[in-house]
């Protein structure tokens, strides 16, 4: 097929050029909204057909798929895009990819694939370099050109998160890796498939690449399906409106939803300057450090978003960095959420948003030898942006879309053999169902929660144990996980599984270094930190062999929980939840949590009510309830709790008491930290980001200097 015949004349690199010139000159990427003014009420039915038929396919797609994360967790989108790859629309699901599939067609594109490598009808391109596009090795698109009359008229992809890829630690996504030479097999944009096929050798590639290699090709079973399906009711649709008409309508509804975008913006938001920051850090043998994600949020009075990410610290050789692609993603998920839930989901929203993130940087890194597995920087970025956009509604008087900070999952991840005699390795999704954050109204909602995947599930158990043989002793809501405020943080997910016996494994997790995993808000706590517990040489097989009974859970007293008291072993206490994976003998214990919502508002104001009801139901502990919210409680003989009115009074009074002696003036704290500052009493880890970014940013170094009344030379004292 000749390059004629593909784009009528006009090679795809030059039109995606003029199409990205238009935008940069004027702003448009459709000069005229012609069609929707003609006929509004097809304009609209005709998107529902095309986002109902992406729909229909990731819904196909996910019965087809033998991987949990796909199946039970719902980790798959479906896109449709215009010959220059903008995304028009897409599925529900992993919203995290509203433009890294858009990213992988410009990046083909820009590579001259028209000409080098050729784009026909029914063949099918493999993309996992998240350089390119995607989050992370795991995050495994499949991309096919749609064409009509033998001329390309756009694309159809599917993307779905896999859990094992070959890399150093199994199930992908480990916490020890330095170096994307660690992450496994990694495929930038392969031509995998034609006519409709994928090829014998990739599956062998793939197979002999990876432990388990079930997942990986399963998926690409579900979405070379899914983007077949999307195919035929694509030129059946075509066919029905006309080729000139949904050419036009497709770039029509791009802009349109930039337009919409800009207008939300502008009713919604109060105009201002909103700057926040999220936490984030690495603990690896040599390098303890703490990340900062700063997050500058411009609000326009026409209804222009900018944000500005500068004062991020460099890329470098460690796990915790996030491409371009993903962190464009992790941004735009959490505004999609929170601002543009009422749109149309497609690129205009990204065409709308003026971002900047500094190149060279943890989230923007330059050197494509660095791991990019774990992306907590980015995803401190869209905590960091959410919050500003909560205190850019709270300015305008909205009061429910107010809201703190959404949880940093964790998880775990296992290899070796498995109760069948295969090799396997995976990880498990269960943190997708995290606490919830606190809004200015209500309370969060318990393991219910995915900031990445809106429809994110934790997958049933027994799903889980067929591939991966850790057994569950325990899956329960953790107790006082979420931060505590006026309306408190949703609380997360405790697991414990036990290593079953004659299974050769190791396992390992992921998430965060010990300090808090997410802020709260307008004087609600932060969510709790991650931790876990390892136990070794456990007397577990013993008690199982007399019949007794085994803790299956944390207990009253989650700094030391009831299976660390009640069993013997070699306990391991691990503060965050960073452990590369090791080996772990038979009938061991690994104690996992996931994310915990922020909280919102001051604690000493939260209905007294509503403190004695989660003493009550277990979701938190009666200490706290004295010490945090100011409640005092009575028990009865059978251990339920009430309220004493008159001694909570009396508590709240003197806890407002103790926060008043203990409160110093601004202008003092300042002070105190600036001379902190100067002397070096800085924390390492801290002092370490400092040192970083003073040298990396220039103009967060003199913001910095500035606000702290610092020299113009200042740099940490070793």
């Not at 929203?349 to 597995?373: E, H």
């Amino acid at each position: 097929m000749t390059t004629e015949m593909i784009t009528a004349g006009t090679s795809l690199r030059k039109r995606l050029a003029d199409v990205e010139a238009r935008i940069r000159a004027s702003g448009v990427f459709e000069p005229e909204l012609s069609l929707k003014e003609k006929d509004p009420i097809t304009f609209e039915v005709l998107f529902t057909q095309l986002t109902q038929t992406l729909t229909n396919a990731r819904e196909v797609a996910l019965s087809i798929s033998a991987s949990p994360s796909t199946r039970e967790q719902g980790e798959i989108i479906f896109g449709l895009y215009t010959p220059e790859g903008d995304a028009i629309c897409l599925s529900t699901g992993l919203m995290i990819h509203v433009h890294t599939m858009s990213r992988a067609i410009k990046w083909m594109i820009e590579n001259d694939y028209e000409t080098e490598v050729g784009i026909r009808e029914g063949d099918f391109f493999f993309n996992n370099d998240s350089f390119i596009g995607g989050g992370h090795p795991s995050d495994q698109m499949l991309i096919t050109p749609l064409f009509v009359d033998g001329r390309l008229e756009g694309w159809i992809g599917g993307l779905t998160h896999v859990t094992e890829t070959g890399a150093v630690e199994p199930g992908a996504m480990g916490s020890s890796f330095t170096s994307r030479f660690a992450e496994g097999l990694i495929m930038p944009c392969t031509k995998v498939g034609e006519n409709d096929e994928l090829r014998k050798d990739l599956d062998i590639l793939v197979d002999r690449g990876v432990r388990s290699s079930v997942s990986w090709l399963a998926d690409n079973r579900a979405k070379l399906t899914g983007n077949m399906l999307i195919r035929s009711a694509l030129k059946s649709l075509v066919a029905e409106v006309g080729l000139d008409f949904y050419r036009k309508v497709s770039r029509e509804y791009i802009e349109d939803t930039m337009r919409a975008t800009r207008e939300k913006v502008r009713l919604s938001l109060f105009p201002g300057r909103y700057r926040e920051v999220a936490w984030r850090g690495v603990t690896l043998p040599g390098m303890e450090s703490v990340f900062h994600s700063p997050c500058e949020l411009v609000v326009t009075k026409d209804g222009r978003l900018r944000l500005d990410y500068e004062g991020l610290p460099t890329a470098r050789k460690q796990p915790f960095q996030a491409t371009l692609p993903l962190f464009e993603g992790m941004l735009f998920n959490g505004l999609i959420q929170n601002v543009f839930y009422d749109l149309k989901y497609n690129d205009g929203t990204f065409l709308a948003v003026d971002l900047q993130v500094p190149l060279g940087s943890a989230c923007n890194p330059n050197n494509i030898q660095l791991p990019t597995t774990l992306w907590g920087p980015a995803y401190g970025g869209m905590q960091a942006c959410a919050q500003a956009v909560s205190r850019a509604y709270y300015a305008m008087g909205y009061r429910e879309e107010v809201h703190a900070s959404g949880p940093l999952t964790s998880g775990n991840l296992a290899g070796g053999t498995d109760q069948y005699g295969r090799l396997f390795g995976s990880q498990c999704f269960e943190f997708a169902s995290s606490g919830m954050y606190a809004t200015s109204f209500m309370d969060g909602l318990d393991t219910s929660f995915s900031d990445f995947n809106a429809e994110g599930d934790m997958g049933d158990a027994e799903v889980w144990e067929q591939q991966m043989p850790q057994l569950w002793l325990a899956r329960e809501i953790r107790r006082d996980g979420g931060g505590f405020g006026k309306f408190r943080g949703g609380n997360g997910i405790h697991s414990l599984y036990l290593i079953p016996d004659g299974i050769d494994m190791e396992m390992g997790s992921f998430g965060s270094p010990p300090i808090f995993s997410t802020a709260g808000l307008m004087g609600g706590y932060p969510g709790s930190p991650l931790r876990l517990w390892v136990g070794r040489n456990t007397n577990v097989r013993e008690l199982i062999a007399r019949g007794e009974q085994l803790p299956n859970g944390e207990g009253v007293d989650t700094e030391l929980p009831d299976f660390v008291t009640q069993l013997d072993g070699e306990w391991e206490f691990v503060p965050g939840q960073n452990y590369p994976a090791r080996s772990l003998p038979e009938y061991s214990l690994f104690s996992v949590v996931s994310g915990d919502g922020g909280g919102f508002g001051d604690p000493l104001e939260r209905n007294p009510e509503h403190v004695v009801r989660d003493v009550n139901d277990g979701l938190s502990g009666a200490r706290r309830a004295a010490e945090v919210y100011g409640v005092a409680l009575v028990a009865d003989d059978a251990g339920v709790h009430q309220v004493d009115t008159a001694a909570t009074t009396k508590l709240r009074q003197d806890l407002r008491a103790q926060r008043l002696a203990r409160a110093m003036p601004a202008r003092e704290y300042k002070a105190r930290v600036r001379e902190r500052l100067l002397t070096g009493d800085i924390p390492a880890p801290t002092a370490a980001l400092y040192r970083d970014v003073l040298s990396f940013s220039a103009k967060w170094a003199e913001e910095f200097r500035s606000f702290w009344s610092l020299p113009d030379d200042y740099e940490v004292p070793a």
